[in-house]
């Protein structure tokens, strides 16, 4: 049974009235952490009491097979109304007619409460399609007494990497710079570099950027690091998790990965001496953030569009979202919450939210997951020195550009 907090009771008693709606409403929701559950059924319950005859049901899958499960399910014809998706996916979803435009389901009073950078990943020829769920991007977490007993500084370049990762090495216990290697996001932390180098992942032809010189050089730069011991050990069997839980633990003094780790480590580490600062810049100065935004999509065979509309509506009023938000680690998605001073006056908060300037979004391109594996799979073969990062590159370039083509 669904338990309606004093929290929850206080915001329902603060929410606009909303129109009367009936019936049933299915939503599938990404696992984001043990809080995302509660949060959603909380979110119902809120719902359902202040709109009898509803009734909203959610289900909440794990990243690692939401794809799948979505995909069985609209197969099967027994999908829900409503999905959180990665943004990534949503040009198979709208290429296949299953997603249906967000002006259909929601208000245009409810559009203008985004952040107005974030509705462009979801957006595809002029249609906007996914609402803006969860908005992250990265930053370079550094271990600041790891850093002062080594004797260095934050880094702003890679080359400072390298030589702070030096003295960590050097000077402590400690590993000098977290490398991910393995599962979800082990090709992004290649992007980082790439971009940083000057590449790009697809070129202004069309083409792969895995065999450009930019790319090889990125590449060699991260196997270096392995070969000289300044990375932790066992880097191809380390997960974006497991690098994050290693700086929490004091073994390695860098990492790169989202706002969500500050949160963990004020739960879990609150003494953790440590700081936050921009992604580390390349020769000419250049250095990029991946943005990332999960979205909310309803579907074209939802029988229940009108009640997709209201519980969004009531979904997506400030003081809901900044429960979310707070409670997940994300960056606001909307401008009412980006203003509230639990956002506006959080300096971590604030290194994130200036980094999204400079964001670069995974290419909304049919495949991407398969592009994106390809990716991973020639990184590791790299890392463990299977192949030389030119050999590695220059054959998962081949193998893109042929998925491209593919699907041009």
């Known amino acids: 049974m669904k338990t309606l907090s004093l929290s929850l009771l206080a915001l329902l008693a603060a929410a606009p009235a909303l129109a009367q709606v009936e019936g049933t409403l299915r939503f599938t929701v990404a696992e984001y952490s043990s809080a995302t ?8 319950t809120q719902f359902e009491a202040a709109n009898p005859g509803t009734d909203i049901q959610i289900e909440v899958v794990p990243w690692d097979v939401l794809l799948q499960k979505l995909t069985t399910d609209i197969s099967a014809g027994v999908n829900a109304d409503m999905a959180i998706i990665g943004t990534r996916w949503l040009i198979d979803f709208v290429n296949e007619g299953l997603a249906a435009p967000a ?24 249609t906007l399609y996914g609402l803006p769920v969860a908005a992250s991007a990265r930053a370079l977490y550094v271990n600041d007494a790891l850093l002062s007993q080594a004797g260095a ?3 702003a370049t890679w080359d400072e990497v390298r030589t702070a990762a030096q003295a960590v090495v050097d000077g402590t216990d400690a590993a000098g710079f977290g490398l991910q290697g393995n599962e979800i996001e082990t090709d992004v932390y290649f992007y980082y570099a790439l971009w940083s180098f000057g590449g790009d992942i697809i070129e202004a032809d069309g083409t792969s950027g895995l065999d450009s010189p930019a790319a090889i050089e990125a590449a060699t730069l991260y196997k270096e690091m392995i070969d000289a011991g300044l990375t932790q050990e ?3 069997a380390m997960s974006r998790e497991d690098v994050q839980n290693l700086f929490k633990q ?28 921009p992604v580390p810049a390349g020769p000419t100065g250049a250095n990029f953030t991946y943005g990332v935004t999960d979205s909310i ?22 003081e809901a979202r900044a429960r979310f938000t707070s409670g997940e680690g994300f960056l606001p998605v909307t401008t009412a919450e980006a203003a509230l001073p639990e956002f506006a006056d959080d300096p971590t908060l604030q290194v994130f939210t200036g980094l999204m300037a400079n964001a670069r979004f995974a290419p909304t391109i049919p495949g991407w997951e398969e ?12 890392y463990l020195g299977e192949e030389t990062p030119e050999a590695a590159l220059t054959a998962a370039a081949a193998e893109i550009d042929g998925i491209l083509q593919s699907n041009q």
Do not use: C, W
């Not at 879990?268 to 600062?277: F, K, Q, R, T």
């Not at 999509?297 to 400030?318: T, W, Y």
């Not at 991973?376 to 073969?381: G, H, M």
């Open 103 to 126: 002006s259909d389901v929601v208000s245009q009073e409810v559009l203008d409460r985004f952040v107005p950078a974030l509705l462009e990943p979801g957006t595809l020829e002029g």
């Open 234 to 236: 066992g880097a191809t």
């Open 37 to 44: 559950g509660p949060y959603f059924e909380d979110l119902a």
């Open 153 to 155: 500084a934050a880094p």
């Open 371 to 382: 592009i994106a594996q390809i990716t991973s799979d020639a990184l590791q073969r790299v």
């Open 297 to 318: 999509v309803v579907f074209e065979n939802s029988q229940n569009k009108e009640l997709a509309g209201a519980f969004l509506d009531f979904a997506f009023q400030p």
């Open 250 to 277: 004091g073994g390695v003094s860098m990492v790169i990965t989202a706002p969500f780790l500050a949160n963990q480590i004020a739960a879990e580490v609150p003494d953790l001496d440590y700081s936050v600062h």
